[in-house]
């Protein structure tokens, strides 16, 4: 299939993982942001066959994994009202809230739906004018033009029983927040190639240039991966430290114009807390106050929650590349798919439930 096996032929890839080997001198530690991109490292085993000089950390890319406690909480809280229809991804059902999660609101009786799309909501507002229907519009810059769309939509058809709880975030606040983290031990990132598709790579020469870190845009197949991995490993053994894209195939420099102009138009920047690590200043989009009648926080009233983490999960490290999954205490014994403590567990991007999948130790099989 092209632009897919290509991207994992065992030759292609063998010869890269020789090529690193044949450069690397000293340890170098590199993240890669997305969760999509841990799976496919963790799944391959591209951490285990690279030479041991090269430590891969796991970032905070995965929305799931992210998303605000508080806003997990409001969910639950509004898909639990008479008469709403609560539409969310697959993922987010299972994530643990405070005391509870979307499942058993749907297990105790609750409209809560399962979609692919903000479209999908659309069709059941559409249908369904007597239910008021939530969209629980979750994602970084890579589904904001998609949930931008819906409320754009909505609002051109006068649909008043539609809104959005919208929790977007941005990735360069937060790899900037890592930078300047005086824990920081990451030398080079692979920067996520969907969120690049739709916003480009402009931002990160600025971050690359300022705090002296070479980032790639990589892709998700295992030779898109070790790619970057080279290209990053090259910057750094040359002392070099620039923003360049491996994923040639899907991102361009400016990224996707059209998108970014709806986004803008719908959405705005506002800081935005990040499930366990906190508020990073101008890391998320919100709706705009136009908007404010397809705002389910506003429509609901439900802005105000506030939630803490369970003691016990340490997943604020591991979103920032100072633990590991198998650091944690929990890991496999008290938190696992079944029984998740934490987000990362529960999402099929996050960095535990890869673990869990592909590295858990043999005494917990
Ligand atoms: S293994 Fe579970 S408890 Fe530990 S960090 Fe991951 S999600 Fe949290």
Aim: with cysteine; proline share 7%; aromatic share 8%.
């Amino acid at each position: 299939m092209k632009y897919l096996d290509e991207y994992r032929d065992a030759r292609l890839a063998r010869g890269l993982i020789a090529d690193i080997a044949k450069r690397v001198s000293r340890p170098w530690m590199l993240m890669e942001i997305c969760g999509g991109q841990t799976h496919t490292l963790m799944r391959y085993g591209i951490d285990e066959l690279i030479p041991p000089q090269i430590e891969l950390v796991h970032g905070p890319g995965c929305p799931v994994c992210v998303t605000a406690l508080e806003t997990v909480d409001k969910a639950i809280q509004i898909a639990s009202l008479p008469g709403v229809t609560l539409v969310s991804y697959g993922d987010m059902l299972r994530v643990p809230g405070s005391h509870s999660d979307l499942f058993h609101v749907k297990a105790d009786g609750g409209d809560v739906r399962v979609a692919y799309s903000p479209m999908e909501a659309l069709k059941i507002a559409r249908a369904n004018p007597q239910r008021k229907v939530v969209f629980l519009g979750i994602g970084f810059e890579t589904t904001a033009p998609a949930n931008a769309m819906a409320v754009w939509q909505a609002r051109r058809e006068r649909l008043e029983n539609f809104s959005m709880l919208a929790s977007h975030f941005l990735v360069p606040p937060a790899i900037r927040m890592l930078l300047e983290s005086p824990a920081n031990r990451v030398q080079g990132f692979i920067a996520p190639g969907h969120v690049c598709t739709v916003m480009g790579y402009w931002q990160y020469d600025e971050l690359s240039r300022k705090y002296g870190v070479p980032i790639v845009v990589g892709g998700f197949e295992p030779v898109d991966l070790l790619e970057a991995i080279s290209m990053l490993v090259v910057q750094l053994e040359q002392g070099r430290a620039e923003a360049e894209n491996q994923y040639v195939r899907s991102v361009a420099y400016e990224g996707n114009r059209p998108a970014q102009e709806l986004m803008e138009k719908v959405f705005e920047v506002c800081d935005r807390k990040w499930r366990g690590i906190g508020v990073i200043p101008q890391s998320g989009l919100r709706l705009k106050e136009e908007f404010a009648a397809y705002d389910a926080e506003k429509v609901f009233d439900v802005g105000g929650t506030t939630a803490e983490e369970p003691v016990e999960c340490i997943s604020a490290l591991v979103l920032q590349g100072l633990k590991k999954p198998v650091d944690c205490p929990a890991f496999a014994v008290r938190c696992t798919p079944e029984t998740p403590l934490g987000a990362p567990m529960v999402s099929g991007e996050g960095a535990c439930a890869a673990y869990y999948q592909y590295r858990r130790p043999t005494a917990y099989r």
